[in-house]
């Protein structure tokens, strides 16, 4: 009776033999996975020390560009504020430049009337040939003698008449646009002129 005790005891003993062998071959298991999480754990820190040491970078460089901005914002305050301060001292050398014309106007003229500009009532060309032409010996015509103007009240001047002088100056091959600025003048002011009948 003993014999088949000791039987059964040492095949029970074996059982559990195994089973302790198998579940120390899971645990075995078990710590090899612990030991790769924590690899891959130890990984996934470095990772995120590599990433935060890039965010420090970015963030540092935005620092520097912030701090460029800022002074290059200085920097075009400044220029602006130059600009306006130069602007306001031209407007006051106008003001000061157009104060003074007027007060000239003013004393040549003996009052405070505003000055009025005329020319004599007639048109000029130069028919035949194109008003920028460089030519020294175009004539300058009488194209149109305005009713009721200067020259037309003095019956001396008549279409097609050669234009000579103004104010004793040769205008024969001048611009007309040049013409045109010895003539017109303040109202009332003489202009003197000197011509050919266009009828010769």
Do not use: C, W
């Not at 407007?91 to 040549?108: D, M, P, Q, W, Y």
């Amino acid at each position: 009776g003993r014999l088949r005790v000791f039987g059964v005891e040492e095949s029970k003993a074996k059982g559990e033999l195994e089973s302790a062998r198998k579940e120390a071959g899971l645990l075995r298991t078990n710590v090899e996975d612990l030991k790769r999480q924590v690899r891959s754990l130890s990984e996934g820190e470095s990772e995120k020390e590599k990433e935060v040491s890039r965010l420090s970078r970015e963030q540092s460089d935005l620092r520097g560009s912030v701090s460029d901005l800022e002074k290059a914002l200085g920097v075009s305050r400044r220029e602006t504020k130059n600009a306006h301060e130069e602007h306001g001292r031209l407007v006051a050398e106008l003001s000061s430049v157009l104060s003074a014309t007027r007060k000239i106007h003013e004393s040549l003229l003996g009052s405070s009337q505003e000055v009025e500009y005329g020319g004599i009532g007639v048109k000029i060309e130069a028919p035949d040939q194109p008003l920028e032409a460089e030519d020294e010996d175009r004539d300058v015509r009488i194209a149109q003698v305005i009713a009721g103007g200067p020259a037309d009240l003095s019956g001396k001047i008549a279409v097609n008449d050669v234009l000579l002088e103004v104010h004793g100056r040769a205008v024969t091959g001048m611009e007309i646009g040049a013409i045109r600025a010895l003539i017109v003048g303040p109202s009332g002011t003489p202009v003197t002129i000197k011509g050919a009948s266009g009828s010769d």
